[in-house]
């Protein structure tokens, strides 16, 4: 596509559930990240692909979160067992090769309650 | 680990008015990024650079490796300029999409 695409751009879900955020990056891009945006907060880095290379996981904030990447094109970010305080903007980015400007989705907004 | 640094915090300014917004970093790199948030949440990569000066329109961004800083201008400001711009630099030096944010410089331009 055009663009990056995120699916939902909206999730509310219960507490302990588990909730899978889709992200379809821009085609031929090789490198894909995640980010979150809590409210009232910062960005910060979750996870990075690049090519067949391991992914860069270093900022998961807990074993309950986890991303993979299939056939190097579509990813998926899984949170288990949601706590309140994951509730945030989920984004996704890709990028040709890594070494050019970011293109970034227009997010997931969960809300767990 | 890299400690991204941004000022000023807020930002007001009348319209035709030059911009500058500044972003330091603690640990050597190789590229820095410039992103442009809305007030809808859309995020827009600005500039990915590193090294000298890069220009697209109205906007400028400029770094100094040497220094650990870098700037983002904006000529002859418009109210759709309005928007939180944040620099992001790797967490570890390097180009890597392991980023670390700046807390954001929101800037409101006044017709």
């Known amino acids: 596509g055009a663009g990056v695409s995120q699916s939902p751009s909206n999730k509310v879900t219960e507490k302990g559930k588990d909730v899978e955020l889709r992200c379809d990056p821009i085609?031929?891009?090789?490198?894909l990240y995640w980010y979150r945006q809590s409210l009232g907060q910062g960005l910060e880095f979750l996870i990075y692909?690049?090519?067949?290379?391991?992914?860069?996981k270093s900022g998961l904030p807990s074993d309950r979160f986890s991303a993979e990447r299939t056939g190097g094109s579509v990813s998926t970010l899984t949170i288990q067992r949601t706590q309140q305080e994951d509730s945030a903007v989920y984004l996704c980015?890709?990028?040709?090769?890594?070494?050019?400007?970011?293109?970034f989705g227009s997010g997931t907004r969960l809300t767990v309650v | 680990k890299n400690e991204v640094e941004q000022s000023p915090q807020n930002l007001t300014a009348q319209e035709g008015e030059f911009i500058t917004i500044n972003c330091s970093y603690s640990?050597?790199?190789?590229?820095l990024h410039w992103l442009q948030q809305h007030p809808g949440g859309g995020i827009v990569s600005l500039f990915m650079?590193?090294?000298g000066k890069k220009k697209h329109g109205r906007l400028i961004a400029t770094i100094n490796i040497q220094e650990k800083h870098s700037s983002l201008h904006i000529t002859a400001s418009h109210p759709r300029d309005s928007a939180v711009y944040i620099c992001?630099?790797?967490?570890?030096?390097?180009?890597?999409?392991?980023?670390?944010f700046g807390k954001g410089t929101k800037l409101s331009v006044k017709p």
């Open positions: 980015a890709s990028s040709p090769d890594g070494n050019y400007g970011y293109t």
């Open positions: 085609s031929g891009h090789t490198a």
């Open positions: 692909f690049q090519g067949n290379s391991a992914p860069d």
């Open positions: 640990v050597g790199i190789s590229a």
């Open positions: 650079l590193s090294s």
């Open positions: 992001a630099a790797p967490g570890y030096g390097g180009s890597q999409g392991n980023l670390i």
